[in-house]
């Protein structure tokens, strides 16, 4: 399996300096995302404070994020990161069953804006989950609920569908949807999940659904769950200025690690990010080759 210097998890735009400052110093990056880079990029109607880009509208500057990397032959990998373990030597960053090798991580994920539900907090682990492909075979032949903040959100209510007995997907955008005929669709607002040991029901806005499982799909997963062991502070990743965390070849940049949430201020720590994760690679090369 290849093992990549660097695995960038996030196409916002710390994501993307992080991995354009590292392809420049020759680094086999690999970037998780997608191909809108951050829907916090492409639904900015004007942006004003980003050097050099005057009254650039979210959209262009997508475009121009996207030709400076592919400029650099570097390509997004459309695929959403579930787990990241540290191996010791690597870290095995995780979709589902697949897995990718990685040197060093930069953890460039943003921040979900979105408070969890009531009750969520309470039953994550005990019908509560983030990752409806991971957990999804304990749920054969019965109710599931989808929360789903994205389109990407179907794919996964699609697949849970084939497993469930009975699948509700609740879909906290306005699009059209491309879901399993089997799925039904709720046009409600979830309020609040009860329970006694586990997650029973769901409460909306208009009604009540019955369930075995609920999972709660936003555009990040928090980035202590994503990377078991990792320090956080006040809902953001630990960082010291170096943007190293407290796990060892590990790094974080962008709004994950704190305010202000501005594009400028996450590209710049993308920057310090990978010069950072580079010099990790460069002394540990150094160390193997004595
Ligand atoms: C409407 C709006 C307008 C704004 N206007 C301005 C402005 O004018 N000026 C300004 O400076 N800032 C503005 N901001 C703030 C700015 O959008 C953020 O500060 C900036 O996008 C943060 O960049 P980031 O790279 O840290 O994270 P994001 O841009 O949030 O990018 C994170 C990316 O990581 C992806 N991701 C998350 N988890 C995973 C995973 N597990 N696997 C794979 N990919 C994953 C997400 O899908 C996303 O694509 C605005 C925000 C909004 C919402």
Redesign the pocket.
């Known amino acids: 399996m290849e093992r990549y210097d660097i695995g960038i ?9 992080a991995a354009i400052n590292a392809a420049i110093r020759n680094k086999r990056v690999i970037i ?3 191909s ?6 492409v ?8 050097l050099g880009f005057k009254e650039i509208s ?1 959209v262009e500057l997508k475009e121009n994020f996207l030709s400076h990397i592919n400029s650099l032959g570097l390509e997004i990998v459309n ?4 787990n990241v373990y540290a191996m010791g030597d690597y870290f095995a960053l995780m ?1 589902n069953e697949k897995m990718y090798e990685a040197e060093t991580v930069i953890v ?4 979900e ?1 979105t408070k969890p539900f009531k009750g969520e907090e309470q039953f994550v682990g005990k019908g509560v989950g983030y990752c409806a492909t991971c957990d999804a075979p304990l749920y054969k032949g019965k109710t599931v609920i989808v929360i789903g903040y ?1 389109k990407e959100a179907e794919d996964e209510a699609n697949y849970v569908s084939e497993l469930a007995g009975k699948l509700y997907y609740i879909p906290m955008y306005k699009d059209e949807l491309n879901v399993n005929s089997s799925i039904e669709v709720v046009w409600d607002k979830p309020l609040e999940i009860i329970g006694v040991d586990s997650a029973e029901k769901l409460v909306l806005e208009n009604r009540e659904i019955e369930t075995d499982g609920i999972f709660v799909l936003r ?3 928090s980035p202590g769950q ?1 990377v078991p062991g990792l320090k956080i502070e006040e809902g953001h990743i630990a960082v010291d200025r170096l943007m190293k965390t407290n796990i060892e070849g590990c790094y974080a ?5 704190g305010k ?8 710049g ?2 920057l310090i990010a990978a010069l950072s994760a580079t010099a990790y690679i460069d002394i540990k090369n150094r160390k193997n080759l004595k």
């Open positions: 998890i996030g196409s916002g735009p710390a994501g993307l300096s998780f995302g997608n809108d880079l951050s829907s916090k990029l639904k900015a109607p004007r942006i004003n404070n980003y979210g695929e959403r990161i579930n979709v460039a994920t943003g921040i804006y994205n555009d990040s997963i994503l940049a962008g709004d994950c690690v202000p949430y501005q594009y400028i201020k996450a590209a720590e993308g």
